[in-house]
């Protein structure tokens, strides 16, 4: 199973730190015998800089429409991750949300997740988002389902 890990960068105050957090999470997938897309390894805003947002947008699109569910950090506002969670919630990827204790996740967000049948956690240590990743993980592949594919280069003229 392929999983797609989501997460804000750009608006994070503290950019090693966040890419740090989501390579744990990557880890953490891995380790549950999955695999795991984290899309700064590939279009990183500083180390991927050359790259036209529209390269991004097709780069980290593909990559989500290879996965089977996404983990996603809602916790700090970002209308990246909010357009990862939209779309991934509208094809009927599963979605773990996860936040820590304290952080300003957007409500619509969260309503989003709770809509579309997918789990948003609070946890409050590395060894308790282990836990909560590996279990979710652990649900019966017919429980992810089958994911519709994304078909987005047919552009919409208002």
């Not at 999470?25 to 050359?50: K, N, Q, W």
């Not at 357009?83 to 309503?111: M, N, V, W």
Request: contains cysteine.
């Amino acid at each position: 199973m392929r999983i797609y890990i989501s997460g804000p960068l750009q608006g994070s105050q503290n950019l090693p730190e966040a890419r740090r957090f989501y390579e744990m999470l990557a880890a953490s997938v891995r380790a549950a015998g999955c695999e795991a897309y984290v899309p700064h390894l590939a279009t990183d805003p500083i180390e991927s800089a050359h790259m036209s947002s529209e390269r991004v947008f097709d780069t980290d699109l593909a990559a989500l429409d290879s996965a089977d569910a996404v983990i996603a950090h809602i916790g700090l506002p970002s209308t990246g991750v909010g357009a990862e969670l939209a779309i991934a919630a509208a094809s009927g990827r599963r979605i773990l949300g996860l936040k820590r204790p304290g952080e300003p996740s957007s409500r619509f967000a969260e309503g989003l997740l709770l809509e579309a049948d997918s789990t948003v956690i609070t946890f409050r240590s590395a060894a308790e988002l282990d836990d909560v990743v590996r279990r979710w993980l652990n649900q019966p592949r017919s429980w992810f389902g089958c994911p519709a594919a994304l078909r987005f280069k047919q552009r919409a003229i208002a």
